[in-house]
């Protein structure tokens, strides 16, 4: 079973190499792809996940398709969906405005933070197929496209954060 690399582990600190556009579509990848959704469905507070979190040092990263997934009024999922890749993914624009917004990560286990996040961003990037596509994200979205570009840069959430405090039992949902 792949593990999560944690936080002192110099792969996250390093910046990922872009993947070559011979291997955009390819089975190195496309296996890579869903070994990260192996790991990331164990997760159940994990809504994304970089490569270099399983210590594959490259741009790519991985949004959990809980997200996008069809739900009832009770909020039980009634149609999955895949898990969105994003390969060489670049950050193409982000919203002047900002907010502080509660962050935390796989590889930071057990702590929480605030971080200024812009409140749209935009990506281009390719899919498992290499096929190339642009997703504006707002909110939610657009935090997780910052925080998993960061990891591609060899940045973490805790480097930025304004405080940084242990999950209480309370705040872990
Ligand atoms: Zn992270």
Known sequence: MTDIIQKDNPVLRKRAAEIETGELGGERISALAEQMSKVLAREHHGVALAAPQIGESLRMFIVSGTLFARRDNKGEIVEKHPDLVFINP????????????????????????RVERALEATLEAYDATGKPFTLKGAGLLAQIFQHEIDHLNGVLYTDKAKDVYKLSEKTET
């Open 90 to 113: 670049r950050l193409t624009n982000t919203s002047k405005e900002t907010a502080w917004v509660e962050e935390g990560c796989l590889s930071v286990e057990g702590l929480q933070g």
